[in-house]
């Protein structure tokens, strides 16, 4: 396994390093369009240092944990009942196939129309986003728990529904949460960066877009560096949460390499 | 034949059903509850496609944004199966290319796209590849972690039996992983279809993602309902469709999924 980080740690840095001899040293790329990666990082680092830029990821960073809070739970929870209720799922599972596939940022106009401000919108549209994306999740997670253990909790004598979510249902939806949460925070982002640029007057997506009108390579470059390690965090950070927390799954490898 | 044909009567009914009560209530509110401007009656949103769909304008829109996502799911499930089959089979290529994809995976790729056109120059190349990218990385990791997944009995058999590299892909490697290369298909899909509306936003002339943008502001809202039923109904088809004929394509994988 060590060998393997090795590898793996040499593997990215070469790359790095290509690409700094490159463009710094023999100069095969233009600076200014591909800065080289060091040049990258100090221009981050002093815009992350500037207030105006810092308050400008502060707002992605509120938006997308915001949607990504509101979608998620509700999206949990009306999955997980849809997969557990026959009747629920025969009704809103077509409705919810069908909007599935629909990229939500599309409906951003309408949302704006519907909700009036631009800045109410973005979150709106983020969270509509995340709802569906772990709805669907959800509900066709629901169905891999397995019914022997609901039959084995009940002929031990488990009688109360409380208890049979607390003891098997739960622990059973767990992976399925995290892979939700997961995929929550993740679409949260994209569509609050996607919704940041076509119509936010903030955040992170809002200084891509200026600083691709106005040539602002270094804060182009600085944004991208920020909403990529925003998103690495959210992808990483809910797999090592989930490795603590459900320790049993066997899923856990397949989450080290996703 | 007839108790078959019934049967296919009746799921349809299920499936339709939800749409129609949607649909009628829709019709009944807009104009008593709902402000028609925002929210006009499906019918006339129908009729007006109607109408759209039999001009040469609106369709060549329909045209655009069809090319651009099947280019680019073409060119990124190939690539992406390809690196996948190598990258899983390959313990030492693994190394070399998962930290980058691991990297990789979790960027919006939404905020490549202003640093791509900046760096590319903003063509029709560069909107592909973009989009192309996000289905690449997908499903690169998913074909990598299916060729993992193959249980190792399955591939000792095959080289006992004399399978040479050609037959234990052909044989044994291709239809294991072939579930989870439809599936990830599917997924880069709906996330093509996302990058598309965005890039046809900001970045393009043409497209339903720019219909819908150009609509909202001439607020010709109909068009723009037009356009946003144009996209969900392509990504149904595309989305679970591709879905579709895996399962159809690959059977052994009934009752195996989790």
Redesign the interface.
């Known amino acids: 396994m060590d060998d393997a980080r090795l590898y793996q740690a040499c593997s990215l840095a070469v790359s790095l390093l290509v690409w700094e001899l490159a463009v710094g040293v023999f100069g095969l790329l233009s600076p200014t369009m591909l800065p080289p990666p060091s040049t990258v990082a100090s221009n981050t680092a002093a815009l992350l240092a500037a207030a105006s830029f810092r308050a400008h990821l502060l707002d992605t960073v509120y938006r997308t944990l915001l949607a990504a809070v509101v979608g998620s739970v509700l999206g949990t929870a009306v999955g997980l009942a849809m997969g557990w209720n026959r009747r629920l799922k025969s009704v809103l599972s077509p409705l919810a196939a069908a909007v599935f596939p629909l990229p939500t940022i599309a409906l951003l106009p309408l949302v704006i129309l519907l909700v009036g401000s631009n800045q109410r919108a973005l979150i709106v549209t983020a969270a509509l986003g995340t709802f569906f994306v772990v709805l669907w999740n959800a509900m066709t997670g629901a169905r891999g728990i397995e019914s022997a253990h609901v039959d084995v909790a009940r002929d031990n004598g488990v009688t109360s529904i409380a208890r049979l979510i607390r003891e098997v249902l739960l622990p059973g939806s767990l992976p399925l949460v995290f892979v939700g949460l997961r995929l929550g925070l993740n679409t949260s982002l994209l569509i609050t960066v996607a919704a940041e640029l076509v119509a936010g007057d903030s955040g992170l997506g809002y200084v891509l877009w200026v600083s691709w009108m106005s040539y602002q390579i270094p804060d182009l470059y600085a944004a991208l560096v920020c909403a990529s390690a925003l998103g690495v965090a959210f992808t990483y950070g809910i797999a090592a949460l989930y490795r603590v927390a459900v320790p049993w799954s066997s899923d856990v490898r397949r989450w080290e390499t996703a | 034949m007839i108790p078959f044909l019934r049967r296919v009567a009746r799921r349809l009914g299920?499936?339709?059903a939800?749409?129609l009560v949607?649909g009628v209530c829709w019709e009944l509110a807009s104009g008593p509850i709902l402000d028609a401007r925002?929210f006009p009656p499906p019918s006339a949103v129908l009729s007006l496609a109607v109408e759209l769909y039999l001009e040469e304008g609106f369709l060549t829109h329909v045209l655009a944004s069809l090319q651009r996502i099947l280019l680019a799911t073409a060119l990124g499930a190939t690539s992406g199966v390809v690196v996948g089959l190598v990258a899983g089979w390959s313990r030492?290529v693994g190394?070399?290319?998962?930290?980058?994809l691991?990297?990789l995976?979790?960027?919006?790729?939404?905020?490549?796209?202003?640093?791509l056109?900046?760096?590319l120059g903003g063509t029709e190349m560069v909107r592909v590849l973009t989009m192309s990218l996000a289905v690449f990385l997908l499903v690169a990791?998913?074909t990598?972690?299916g060729v993992?997944?193959i249980d190792d009995v399955h591939v000792e058999v095959a080289l006992d039996n004399g399978a040479g590299p050609l037959a234990l892909y052909r044989e044994v490697i291709l239809p294991g992983t072939l579930p989870q290369v439809f599936s990830a298909v599917s997924m880069g899909?709906?996330v093509g279809?996302?990058l598309?509306?965005?890039i046809e936003?900001?970045a393009a002339e043409s497209g339903?993602?720019y219909v819908?943008?150009n609509s909202?502001q001439l607020f010709t809202?109909p068009r723009?309902y037009v356009?946003?039923l144009t996209?969900?109904v392509l990504?149904?088809v595309?989305?679970?469709g591709t879905e579709m004929l895996g399962d159809v394509l690959t059977p052994w994988e009934h009752g195996q999924r989790?």
């Open positions: 299920t499936i339709a939800p749409f949607f925002f030492k190394w070399v290319l998962n930290p980058h691991a990297l995976y979790p960027v919006p790729k939404v905020a490549l796209l202003p640093v056109f900046v760096v990791i998913d990598m972690g993992r997944e899909f709906s279809f996302a598309l509306v965005v936003m900001l339903l993602g819908i943008w909202w809202i723009m356009a946003v996209i969900n990504g149904v595309f989305v679970h989790r």
